[in-house]
């Protein structure tokens, strides 16, 4: 099994900053990929940023430029600096790994709101 726990989110200010965290704990030996996810209400959860075991990252286009992902293999942590925010990220954002074949683990969520 594996724990996420995430952490940095608040409220802030249009064009403001924050700095998502993601703490990783359990079994995460063979975990490829880690990711975030985030929904907005009343609607789906969606891809915003992910990285693999090799590094390679890939965004949603909504946010490439203004977010950064990135994984600290020895602290088990994973980051996503969020830079220029708009009310549009407002949303719940949740840590997500993957482990080959099919095993998926989330943490609970981190509430992120951007005013306007």
């Known amino acids: 099994q594996v724990q996420l726990v995430e952490s940095g989110g608040g409220l802030v200010q249009a064009g403001g900053s924050l700095r998502l965290t993601c703490a990783q704990s359990g079994n995460i030996a063979g975990i490829y990929a880690m990711g975030w996810y985030r929904q907005a209400p009343g609607k789906q959860r969606e891809l915003v940023a992910r990285i693999t075991s090799d590094g390679s990252t890939n965004y949603a286009d909504s946010v490439k430029g203004r977010f950064t992902i990135s994984r600290d293999n020895v602290k088990k942590t994973g980051y996503l600096p969020m830079n220029s925010l708009k009310p549009a990220d407002t949303a719940v954002y949740y840590c997500?790994?993957?482990?080959?074949?099919?095993?998926?683990?989330w943490g609970h969520g981190t509430h992120v709101t951007v005013s306007s």
């Open positions: 997500h790994a993957a482990r080959l074949p099919l095993a998926h683990y």
